[in-house]
């Protein structure tokens, strides 16, 4: 019988332990330290051309830095500047033959007035004037296209950046949207990192974050994003106890980030 009741009250004691640290125990995860662990999130760009032709010029290699507004790669312009001729040729042609028919009816106005001509010639003049005005718009916004495709034939970086990739060689035949580089972003750099629910009331978008690399880099940053949904966390995500949790994913932008941040490099973030 002492036995049952020794047992007994060891039950009882281990069950109001549990009970006194998983629900009863205060809760002090708001004091310590909160650290997350994330990758560097690099934006990159596809650059290609808007028109098609023939590659003439690739000017950067793989690893080259761009700076903005540089010209990386240009296409065969002959093409596209003869397009452009004759559509100058035709403006030309079309603004003769509305000078002519503008003149056509100023006469036919005036005679039309004191009666010395038909109402149908006037109509005429005035129809052939209407329609050679709207012939002529329509020549100065293909001319407008053509001029806006042969500057499409310069390809130039849109930010300063580093070369990724180069993928097409001068000779090769291209067309529209056909990726020739890709080229890595100097900013922004990101991180992407995730917390879990019991910690998303400690933060907040603005929060100034260390970032801090393997390699002894440190970075200062801030929140930019929370998600606002919930999500299971990503293989990624190397900490045991997120492994089942839904997480939130966040992402921090670095202020001055420099070379020392690679594309996918994985990162610490204290708070």
């Known amino acids: 019988m002492k036995k049952k009741i020794a047992v007994l009250i060891l039950i ?24 997350l662990y994330g990758n560097v999130d690099i934006r990159e760009v596809a650059l290609g051309f808007r028109v098609a032709g023939r590659l003439e010029t690739m000017n950067l290699e793989e690893g080259d830095r761009a700076r903005q507004g540089q010209v990386l790669a240009e296409l065969e312009k002959t093409p596209l500047q003869e397009a452009l001729n004759v559509q100058q040729a035709q403006v030309r042609e079309v603004q003769a033959s509305l000078d002519n028919a503008e003149k056509t009816y100023t006469r036919q106005a005036g005679l ?33 296209q053509a001029e806006t495709n042969l500057a499409d034939t310069v390809l130039t ?19 529209a949207g056909t990726v020739v580089y890709t080229l890595s972003l100097d900013r922004p750099v990101w991180i992407r990192a995730y917390v879990d629910e019991p910690d998303l009331g400690r933060i907040h978008p603005g929060q100034k974050v ?19 949904r919930a999500e299971f966390t990503p293989k ?14 966040l992402r921090v932008i670095v202020d001055q980030p420099d070379q020392g941040l690679r594309q996918g490099m994985p990162v610490t973030v204290e708070f």
């Open 12 to 35: 009882a004691a281990v069950a109001g332990a549990v009970y006194y640290f998983e629900y009863r125990r205060p809760n002090d995860s708001a004091n310590r330290p909160l650290t």
């Open 112 to 144: 039309v007035r004191k009666g010395s001509t038909a109402v149908s010639d006037y109509d005429a003049a005035l129809a052939l004037r209407d329609e050679l005005r709207a012939r002529l718009e329509t020549a100065k916004a293909q001319l407008a």
């Open 157 to 175: 970086s849109p930010s300063d950046g580093t070369i990724l990739t180069r993928v097409r060689e001068p000779g090769s035949i291209l067309a």
């Open 210 to 228: 260390t970032v801090r690399t393997d390699s002894g880099g440190v970075y200062a940053g801030q929140i930019g994003f929370i998600s606002p």
């Open 236 to 249: 990624t995500v190397e900490t045991a106890k997120l492994r089942t949790d839904l997480v939130y994913r």
